[in-house]
Protein backbone atom coordinates (compact mmCIF):
# COMPACT_ATOMS: atom_id res chain seq x y z
CA UNK A 1 0.00 0.00 0.00
CA UNK A 2 1.43 3.50 -0.71
CA UNK A 3 1.40 6.31 1.25
CA UNK A 4 -2.08 7.85 0.99
CA UNK A 5 -2.46 11.47 2.84
CA UNK A 6 -5.59 10.78 4.60
CA UNK A 7 -5.69 14.37 5.90
CA UNK A 8 -8.07 16.51 4.30
CA UNK A 9 -11.91 16.60 3.39
CA UNK A 10 -13.30 13.50 1.52
CA UNK A 11 -17.08 13.58 0.23
CA UNK A 12 -19.04 10.38 1.20
CA UNK A 13 -22.67 9.95 1.18
CA UNK A 14 -23.09 11.25 4.96
CA UNK A 15 -21.44 14.41 3.87
CA UNK A 16 -18.12 15.79 3.15
CA UNK A 17 -15.50 14.40 6.27
CA UNK A 18 -12.63 16.49 7.26
CA UNK A 19 -9.54 14.67 8.89
CA UNK A 20 -7.16 16.45 11.05
CA UNK A 21 -3.89 15.94 13.49
CA UNK A 22 -1.98 12.91 12.72
CA UNK A 23 -2.47 9.79 10.88
CA UNK A 24 -1.75 7.91 14.50
CA UNK A 25 -4.28 10.06 16.03
CA UNK A 26 -7.26 11.29 13.67
CA UNK A 27 -9.68 13.86 15.00
CA UNK A 28 -12.19 15.89 12.50
CA UNK A 29 -15.83 16.36 11.57
CA UNK A 30 -17.99 15.79 8.86
CA UNK A 31 -21.65 17.71 7.67
CA UNK A 32 -24.23 15.65 7.23
CA UNK A 33 -26.63 18.85 6.03
CA UNK A 34 -29.03 20.70 7.86
CA UNK A 35 -26.95 22.05 10.89
CA UNK A 36 -25.67 18.40 11.49
CA UNK A 37 -22.01 18.38 12.35
CA UNK A 38 -20.73 15.32 13.41
CA UNK A 39 -17.28 15.54 15.33
CA UNK A 40 -14.42 12.92 15.21
CA UNK A 41 -13.15 11.89 18.13
CA UNK A 42 -10.40 9.36 17.78
CA UNK A 43 -8.68 8.32 15.34
CA UNK A 44 -5.95 5.87 13.58
CA UNK A 45 -4.93 5.40 9.94
CA UNK A 46 -2.58 2.57 9.54
CA UNK A 47 -0.59 3.33 5.84
CA UNK A 48 0.73 -0.26 6.02
CA UNK A 49 -2.64 -2.24 5.73
CA UNK A 50 -5.08 0.87 4.31
CA UNK A 51 -7.13 0.34 7.57
CA UNK A 52 -8.49 4.05 9.06
CA UNK A 53 -11.02 3.71 12.02
CA UNK A 54 -12.47 6.24 14.27
CA UNK A 55 -14.97 6.97 16.91
CA UNK A 56 -17.42 10.21 16.41
CA UNK A 57 -20.31 11.89 18.26
CA UNK A 58 -23.62 13.37 17.06
CA UNK A 59 -24.81 16.28 19.29
CA UNK A 60 -28.37 16.58 17.29
CA UNK A 61 -29.03 13.02 18.82
CA UNK A 62 -26.74 12.62 21.39
CA UNK A 63 -25.25 9.48 19.85
CA UNK A 64 -21.47 8.13 20.04
CA UNK A 65 -20.74 5.53 17.47
CA UNK A 66 -17.84 4.13 15.51
CA UNK A 67 -16.71 3.58 11.60
CA UNK A 68 -14.29 2.14 9.59
CA UNK A 69 -12.68 1.85 6.44
CA UNK A 70 -10.27 -0.17 4.03
CA UNK A 71 -8.29 2.20 1.82
CA UNK A 72 -7.34 1.52 -1.95
CA UNK A 73 -4.38 2.89 -4.13
CA UNK A 74 -6.72 2.90 -7.12
CA UNK A 75 -10.29 4.16 -5.62
CA UNK A 76 -11.29 5.98 -2.65
CA UNK A 77 -13.06 4.58 0.51
CA UNK A 78 -15.60 2.05 1.68
CA UNK A 79 -16.52 1.20 5.24
CA UNK A 80 -19.36 1.07 7.91
CA UNK A 81 -20.62 2.60 11.27
CA UNK A 82 -22.09 1.47 14.12
CA UNK A 83 -23.75 2.80 17.22
CA UNK A 84 -24.96 1.61 20.63
CA UNK A 85 -28.67 1.96 19.76
CA UNK A 86 -28.30 -1.16 17.28
CA UNK A 87 -28.34 1.70 14.42
CA UNK A 88 -25.71 0.65 11.76
CA UNK A 89 -24.83 1.23 8.06
CA UNK A 90 -22.69 1.65 5.05
CA UNK A 91 -20.70 4.66 4.68
CA UNK A 92 -18.90 4.74 1.27
CA UNK A 93 -15.32 5.92 0.83
CA UNK A 94 -13.42 3.46 -1.05
CA UNK A 95 -14.11 0.15 -2.94
CA UNK A 96 -14.76 -2.97 -1.38
CA UNK A 97 -12.26 -5.82 -1.69
CA UNK A 98 -12.40 -9.83 -1.56
CA UNK A 99 -10.85 -11.58 1.37
CA UNK A 100 -10.51 -15.24 0.76
CA UNK A 101 -10.46 -15.47 4.72
CA UNK A 102 -13.27 -13.27 5.17
CA UNK A 103 -16.36 -16.50 5.38
CA UNK A 104 -15.52 -17.13 9.05
CA UNK A 105 -17.43 -16.45 12.39
CA UNK A 106 -16.76 -13.80 14.10
CA UNK A 107 -18.97 -14.34 16.65
CA UNK A 108 -17.23 -16.00 19.31
CA UNK A 109 -14.24 -15.93 21.97
CA UNK A 110 -11.21 -14.61 20.52
CA UNK A 111 -7.54 -14.73 22.33
CA UNK A 112 -5.51 -11.44 22.61
CA UNK A 113 -2.88 -9.83 24.64
CA UNK A 114 -5.66 -8.01 26.50
CA UNK A 115 -7.42 -11.11 27.31
CA UNK A 116 -9.94 -13.02 25.73
CA UNK A 117 -12.56 -11.29 23.77
CA UNK A 118 -16.01 -11.91 23.03
CA UNK A 119 -18.36 -10.84 20.67
CA UNK A 120 -22.25 -11.19 20.93
CA UNK A 121 -24.64 -10.42 18.37
CA UNK A 122 -24.95 -10.66 14.97
CA UNK A 123 -21.95 -9.64 12.56
CA UNK A 124 -23.17 -6.46 11.42
CA UNK A 125 -24.49 -5.38 15.11
CA UNK A 126 -21.91 -6.67 17.43
CA UNK A 127 -21.53 -6.60 21.31
CA UNK A 128 -19.69 -8.40 23.93
CA UNK A 129 -16.68 -7.92 26.29
CA UNK A 130 -13.05 -8.88 27.07
CA UNK A 131 -11.43 -9.61 30.48
CA UNK A 132 -8.48 -7.90 31.38
CA UNK A 133 -5.86 -9.41 33.88
CA UNK A 134 -6.83 -8.02 37.53
CA UNK A 135 -10.98 -8.77 37.33
CA UNK A 136 -10.82 -5.53 34.08
CA UNK A 137 -13.94 -6.14 32.23
CA UNK A 138 -13.95 -3.84 28.76
CA UNK A 139 -17.44 -3.40 27.25
CA UNK A 140 -17.62 -3.39 23.66
CA UNK A 141 -20.86 -1.10 23.17
CA UNK A 142 -21.20 -1.12 19.18
CA UNK A 143 -19.88 -3.01 16.13
CA UNK A 144 -19.71 -4.73 13.23
CA UNK A 145 -18.01 -6.95 10.69
CA UNK A 146 -17.89 -6.66 7.08
CA UNK A 147 -17.03 -10.49 5.65
CA UNK A 148 -16.77 -8.94 1.63
CA UNK A 149 -14.15 -6.81 3.52
CA UNK A 150 -12.74 -8.46 6.57
CA UNK A 151 -13.15 -4.84 8.23
CA UNK A 152 -13.93 -5.45 11.94
CA UNK A 153 -14.85 -2.01 14.17
CA UNK A 154 -15.98 -1.55 17.75
CA UNK A 155 -16.58 1.28 19.72
CA UNK A 156 -15.84 0.32 23.74
CA UNK A 157 -16.02 1.79 27.33
CA UNK A 158 -13.50 0.59 30.26
CA UNK A 159 -15.15 1.35 33.68
CA UNK A 160 -11.98 0.90 35.63
CA UNK A 161 -10.59 4.37 34.26
CA UNK A 162 -13.69 5.71 32.35
CA UNK A 163 -12.37 5.53 29.24
CA UNK A 164 -14.04 5.21 25.63
CA UNK A 165 -11.89 4.48 22.53
CA UNK A 166 -12.47 2.80 19.37
CA UNK A 167 -10.79 -0.43 17.90
CA UNK A 168 -10.09 -1.04 13.94
CA UNK A 169 -9.03 -4.93 12.87
CA UNK A 170 -8.62 -6.25 9.34
CA UNK A 171 -8.55 -10.04 8.38
CA UNK A 172 -5.62 -11.72 7.20
CA UNK A 173 -5.40 -14.76 5.21
CA UNK A 174 -4.64 -16.97 7.67
CA UNK A 175 -7.63 -15.91 9.90
CA UNK A 176 -6.37 -13.78 12.43
CA UNK A 177 -7.72 -10.38 13.07
CA UNK A 178 -5.11 -7.33 13.51
CA UNK A 179 -5.59 -4.16 14.63
CA UNK A 180 -5.63 -1.04 16.68
CA UNK A 181 -6.70 0.89 19.29
CA UNK A 182 -7.39 4.07 20.58
CA UNK A 183 -9.14 6.89 23.14
CA UNK A 184 -9.79 10.39 23.33
CA UNK A 185 -6.83 10.62 26.08
CA UNK A 186 -4.41 9.73 23.18
CA UNK A 187 -3.68 6.10 23.96
CA UNK A 188 -3.28 4.33 21.23
CA UNK A 189 -1.79 0.46 20.33
CA UNK A 190 -1.61 -2.59 18.28
CA UNK A 191 -4.74 -5.23 19.04
CA UNK A 192 -4.21 -8.59 17.34
CA UNK A 193 -7.38 -11.24 17.85
CA UNK A 194 -6.37 -14.74 17.08
CA UNK A 195 -8.89 -17.60 16.83
Known amino acids: MSQVNVLGTWPSNWGPVTFTG ?13 GKQGQ ?20 WNNQNGVAGFLLSETNPLVGNWAQPNG ?8 RTRENPASH ?3 V ?7 GPVTFTGTPDHLGG ?3 QQGGKQGQITAGSY ?4 GLLIFSYYQTWNNQHGAAG ?6 GHFNGQYVQPNGSHGGWDLTP
Not at 87 to 94: E, K, Q, T, V, Y
Not at 146 to 149: I, L
Open 22 to 34: TPDHLSGHWDQGE
Open 40 to 59: ITAGFYNPTTGLLVFSYYQA
Open 87 to 94: SHGGWDLI
Open 104 to 106: INV
Open 108 to 114: KTWSSAW
Open 129 to 131: HWD
Open 146 to 149: NPTT
Open 169 to 174: FLLSAS
